[in-house]
């Protein structure tokens, strides 16, 4: 009986061991999130409030972080997402233009223009993926372009629903320099831009970031990282009626690339 229950002990050990690594683990990742909702930058105390955490555990984590390179502890003693994280971010940013590329061709077909997918990196717009339009006219925008999203049918797409107070210092820290003549130039106009994207669903770049180039997007629902879809042409080809019928497509497109976006995140072991 002793042999029994010595057994039976080292067996419910080892299942804690395992489960407490994978815990440790899902601590560990649900802090790094936290800390980048707050910022990038966090002191143990105002983690072990938002986490619900004990500090002795929170510190245990961070230390373990810290010594990979993941988070690094400042001279104030608070801690910030580490350098290592960049080349992650950067691998995955790649990846989900791949992942999105099925979906973008499927645009293409369905509307017959050039199909970008685009997300927020920091306050700059970063275009991830495109398939082009078929047609001898046809719109380009190499991956990996930056652009303020002031003048952007994505950009207006990603921010609709932040708060006005973000969107204003985002706004300051960029300025809001005109690409041409329709550009959007002032805050209370752009605001006004984005209550018009959450009222009617899609965004609009109409010859804002470039004379003759039409653009609709949408966002992607409860995508892992804020990225928006969108199409663009010529705007004698994109105009206001297709939209009616090109909106539904983007959306529908959209949801499907949400749902595919998820699988991944939650590929099974």
């Known amino acids: 009986m ?143 372009r930056r652009v303020l999203p002031h003048s952007t049918g994505v950009g207006k797409a990603l921010l609709a629903h932040t708060p006005a107070d973000e969107v204003r210092a985002l706004l300051a820290r960029t300025g809001m320099p005109a690409a041409t003549e329709k550009t959007i130039t002032t805050p209370e106009g752009f605001l006004e831009a984005l209550e018009h994207v959450r009222r009617v669903g899609y965004a609009v770049d109409d010859n804002e970031q470039e004379i003759g180039v039409r653009c609709l997007a949408v966002s992607v629902p409860d995508s892992p990282t804020a990225a928006a879809i969108s199409i663009s042409g010529p705007a004698g080809r994109v105009t206001e009626s297709v939209a009616e019928s090109f909106v539904p497509i983007l959306k529908g497109v959209a949801a499907e690339l949400s749902v595919a976006l998820s699988n991944q995140n939650h590929h099974p072991a």
């Open 2 to 144: 002793p042999t029994s229950s010595a057994s039976t002990t080292d067996a419910s050990a080892k299942t804690t061991a395992a489960s407490g690594g994978v815990q440790s683990l899902e601590r560990a990742f649900d802090l790094l999130e936290r800390m980048a909702d707050a910022g990038g930058e966090v002191g143990l105390s105002e983690l072990s409030a938002a986490s619900g955490l004990p500090l002795p555990t929170i510190h245990r984590l961070m230390r373990t972080l810290v010594a990979c390179g993941y988070v690094r502890q400042q001279p104030n003693r608070r801690y910030s997402l580490g350098p290592r994280l960049i080349r992650l971010g950067e691998s995955a940013s790649r990846l989900l233009g791949t992942w999105a590329r099925p979906y973008l061709a499927r645009l293409v077909e369905e509307t017959g223009e050039t199909a970008n997918m685009a997300l927020l990196d920091g306050d700059e717009i970063v275009y991830v993926a495109q398939v082009p339009s078929k047609h001898s006219m046809r719109m380009f925008t190499e991956v990996g």
